[in-house]
């Protein structure tokens, strides 16, 4: 069907270029002083007109149809321009500037035919051999934003919701700017999964060239890049014939190349170099990449952004890229490589907290009107007013609502109204509720000490994490960088340097401004009653018994004498501000350097 459709419009191209030839020839006898830019523009159509009548009468012609509505459009466009606008009066419609843009067009177009027209004489693969190479590229048909796996996980957002960060990306995939890579960044939970979903969903709708890939931590392939360009390449391929042909003849030269090559060979030579071959009369081809952060090897990692940092022809291939994930170190990094001219980000964490909570409350009541259904509850179930409540406790989090709605209605034993009930009044929960929660952050924790370390090096890594960490959520008012310095400062934490280090492997959950001036806080109370409750955080190494024992805490300055705590919370000294202050259960040693 491509091939029929393209047929037609190469038929309606050679009429176009045959009228525009013509018009020229008019404007050359009538208008004088533009002469040589006529005769440009019409010898570059002249051009055009031969080597798609060559590629016309080829026996087995393989023309990308999008390229060719692309260049039947841009002719189009031009001979409107050259349609006199009077009988008796030519005038030349074109400026030098604006005529050689359309020069230039007209050339892009000519190079891809003409390229079409030498694959189908000297390296034409039949269809048949072109699926057997194809088959060589190693994919991972779970990462796909359609696939089952990934509709199990990922729901697309609902409607009226996600408005305005969802316009923003719209109107960025149709932006002509040299911005062609996207990063939306976002703290654990907020919401970027689906949201990525909803992006794929709405460009595979569209005659638009997709892929996708969504990463997902501890899964095998999933967890991985050796398999991302691969599947990204089969995918785009089905979209383009010309493409298909271009990686079925890498392959077929390097038939490793879709399954044992490094990161580096896939990208440039399954990748880039097809691209590079038919960018010039493409839509653009898409693709979503989901969750970056959750790549287990983050040398991998590390690589692909280099590798996009380093093709600096990216925004002239057609290719944008959209990309989600936390904002952790190495990925804050790399795109700080990527000149700022080729991409635009976008935080999560900066959407009016008033907007977020509205698409909150949108998704809590959309959810729970199932759960009202399915137990037969009151059609006035749930309560406006609940609905508010647990749209601010969950602080902007995503995860906190989904996993809240699967606790008050997804158990068949539960009833539905006491477990809202129990929510709502902030009753102690049990870990199925936070049981989804509670595994996003051991992910999070484990992953801020991946690597490998000395029985000594862990020891001190975990003491520093205790220390710090420890502190950060005793705090019931958080303290700016500087100051909280001043409060972990010991043999462990020696440089307000090497603070920033360990704050910085969990940017996920803990949120160290930019702004010095600012507090150093976790980004969710979740995690504070979680590092803090054995049901939940299973893992010694990072779980924080504080009840009963003793903790010492170097505050900023001289010592103190030890406080029981019966009862009440322990003063903090006048060099701290009035409202800070430590909670919890113990007894306290506030002039230790360990603990």
């Given amino acids: 069907m491509e091939g029929l459709a393209a047929a037609g419009s190469v038929l309606t191209i050679l009429q176009v270029t045959e009228e525009i030839g013509k018009l020229c020839g008019r404007y050359i006898h009538d208008v004088r002083h533009a002469r040589k830019d006529i005769e440009r523009l019409q010898s570059k159509v002249s051009a055009l007109h031969k080597v798609l009548t060559r590629l016309e009468n080829a026996s087995h012609p393989d023309i990308d149809a999008t390229a060719v509505q692309r260049c039947c459009e841009d002719l189009r466009s031009i001979k409107g321009r050259l349609e006199p606008k009077r009988m008796h009066a030519l005038k030349w419609p074109f400026k030098s500037k604006e005529l050689r843009i359309q020069v230039r067009t007209l050339e892009r177009h000519l190079v891809l035919f003409n390229t079409t ?21 190693a994919c991972a048909g779970d990462a796909l934003f359609n696939s089952y796996e990934n509709d199990r996980r990922h729901r697309s957002c609902l409607e009226n919701t996600r408005v305005d960060v969802l316009q923003q990306i719209m109107e960025w995939s149709t932006d002509v700017s040299p911005r062609c890579i996207f990063w939306l960044k976002g703290l654990a939970g907020t919401g970027k999964s689906t949201i990525a979903t909803t992006v794929a969903s709405r460009l595979a709708s569209r005659p638009h060239h997709i892929a996708s890939y969504f990463f997902r931590r501890g899964h095998g392939d999933l967890a991985h890049v050796r398999k991302l360009i691969p599947t990204i390449v089969r995918q785009l391929s089905q979209y383009s014939s010309l493409y298909r042909q271009f990686v079925s003849a890498a392959v077929k030269k390097e038939p490793g190349l879709g399954q044992s090559a490094n990161l580096h060979e896939q990208y440039e030579k399954l990748l880039v170099e097809p691209l590079r071959k038919i960018r010039p009369a493409q839509h653009p081809f898409f693709i979503v990449m989901d969750a970056l952060d959750e790549c287990d090897e983050q040398r991998d990692l590390r690589m692909l952004l280099r590798l996009l940092a380093r093709t600096e022809d ?77 749209a601010r406790k969950a602080g902007g989090l995503f995860i906190f609502a989904a996993t809240a709605c699967r606790y008050i209605g997804e158990s068949p034993q539960a009833k539905p109204p006491e477990r809202l009930k129990q929510i709502c009044n902030s009753v102690a929960t049990n870990e199925l509720m936070t049981e989804e929660l509670d595994h996003m952050y051991a992910m999070v924790l484990q992953n801020s000490i991946s690597g490998k370390y000395t029985a000594e090096e862990r020891h001190s890594a975990r003491v520093r994490f205790h220390h710090i960490i420890g502190c950060i959520v005793l705090l019931l008012d958080p303290l700016p960088i500087a100051q909280l310095f001043s409060l972990v400062q010991s043999s462990h934490v020696e440089s307000q340097q090497e603070l920033e280090g360990v704050l910085q492997t969990l940017h996920a959950v803990i949120d160290l401004p930019e702004d010095a001036e600012k507090p150093v806080q976790p980004l969710h109370l979740s995690f504070r009653d979680f590092l803090l409750d054995p049901n939940r955080c299973s893992d010694p190494y990072f779980w924080h018994s504080f009840g009963g024992s003793k903790i010492r805490l170097p505050i900023l300055g001289g ?16 060099h701290l501000p009035a409202t800070a202050f430590l909670a919890l259960g113990g007894v306290y040693e506030l002039n230790g350097k360990d603990f």
């Fill in 559 to 574: 010592p103190c004498p030890k406080k029981e705590y019966g009862g009440q919370r322990p003063r903090l000294y006048s």
């Fill in 314 to 390: 990216i925004p002239k291939l057609g290719l944008k890229i959209f990309v989600t994930s936390r904002p952790e170190l190495p990925i804050r990094h790399g795109f700080e490589e990527i000149p700022s001219i080729f991409h635009r980000s976008l935080a999560l964490q900066n959407v009016p907290r008033p907007v977020v909570d509205g698409d909150i409350k949108i998704f809590l009541s959309h959810k729970l009107k199932i759960t009202q259904y399915e137990f037969c509850l009151p059609n006035d179930w749930p309560a406006d007013e609940d609905l508010d409540i647990l």
């Fill in 117 to 137: 027209l030498q694959l189908n004489i000297h390296e034409k693969i039949d269809d048949a051999e072109q699926e057997r190479l194809l088959e060589k590229l």
